[in-house]
């Protein structure tokens, strides 16, 4: 998957306030 690509969700979810720690357990599966 590309990185650019994964870091640009990161931060649309971040806004909607997701917390990051979450998302990133949710990255690594």
């Given at each position: ?25 949710i990255?690594?599966?």
């Amino acid at each position: 998957m590309g990185n650019l690509y994964d870091h640009g969700v990161v931060m649309r979810l971040a806004k909607y306030g997701i917390p990051y720690r979450f998302w990133a357990l949710i990255a690594f599966v």
